[in-house]
T-cell receptor, first 115, second 112 residues
Framework: KAGVTQTPRYLIKTRGQQVTLSCSPI?????VSWYQQTPGQGLQFLFE???????NKGNFPGRFSGRQFSNSRSEMNVSTLELGDSALYLC??????????????FGPGTRLTVL | ELKVEQNPLFLSMQEGKNYTIYCNYS?????LYWYRQDPGKSLESLFV?????AVKQEGRLMASLDTKARLSTLHITAAVHDLSATYFC????????????FGAGTQVVVTP
């Protein structure tokens, strides 16, 4: 089975621009979660989607948004980029079975640099 | 709010010796995960601990969970250089299944 894929792997943007990151989950996984990783704040949860619905949201400003498509692929968008948005963005997918989620499997990440 | 604390944050290990990383969390949790991250890489799943008293072992790593104490430990036996990485524990609760709350991570460096 193919793992979680994320595109692009690297991205350089300037302040004020917007960016869209993409995540394709493992086949059969309907839950996709997004995380931001920075040296200062560590790993922080952004949001989680399940069957095209946002189920959980972290404490990030409204500039961060996401969506999920019917094939479970997910995108996250960051508008009006700030220098502090430079980070590794990780997406993870998991499978719902037996009334619970199974473990989350992570993609390789997208390294975003904001200049 | 669920808080997860790991200690130590940095661990310098000598090859061949044993060490333990601790993970405490603040509220009732339903499962606990351990992940490994190599520099510049993504997170690799090591263990999923589902219930009180759960113990899992893989090679030189052994993880355990005490839900009453809200404590998990990751024990490293006879450290080797290949174990150099950052180790994270993460916790979820039933009302936020898809949301992993991570500890700060423990950076492990194994030297001869």
């Amino acid at each position: 089975k193919a793992g979680v894929t994320q595109t692009p792997r690297y991205l350089i943007k300037t302040r004020g621009q917007q960016v869209t990151l993409s995540c394709s989950p493992i086949s059969g996984h309907r839950s996709v979660s997004w995380y931001q990783q920075t040296p200062g704040q560590g790993l922080q949860f952004l949001f989680e989607y399940f069957s095209e619905t946002q189920r959980n949201k972290g404490n990030f400003p409204g500039r961060f948004s996401g969506r999920q498509f019917s094939n479970s692929r997910s995108e996250m968008n960051v508008s009006t980029l700030e220098l502090g948005d430079s980070a590794l963005y990780l997406c993870a997918s998991s499978q719902w079975s037996g009334g619970t989620y199974n473990e989350q499997f992570f993609g390789p990440g997208t390294r975003l640099t904001v200049l | 709010e669920l808080k997860v604390e790991q200690n130590p944050l940095f661990l310098s290990m000598q090859e061949g010796k044993n060490y333990t990383i601790y993970c405490n969390y603040s509220t009732t949790s339903d499962r606990l995960y351990w992940y490994r991250q190599d520099p510049g890489k993504s997170l690799e799943s090591l263990f999923v601990l589902l219930s009180n008293g759960a113990v899992k072992q893989e090679g030189r790593l052994m993880a355990s969970l005490d839900t009453k104490a809200r404590l998990s430990t990751l024990h490293i036996t006879a450290a080797v250089h290949d174990l150099s990485a950052t180790y994270f524990c993460a916790v979820v609760t039933t009302d936020s299944w898809g949301k992993l709350q991570f500890g700060a991570g423990t950076q492990v460096v194994v030297t001869p």
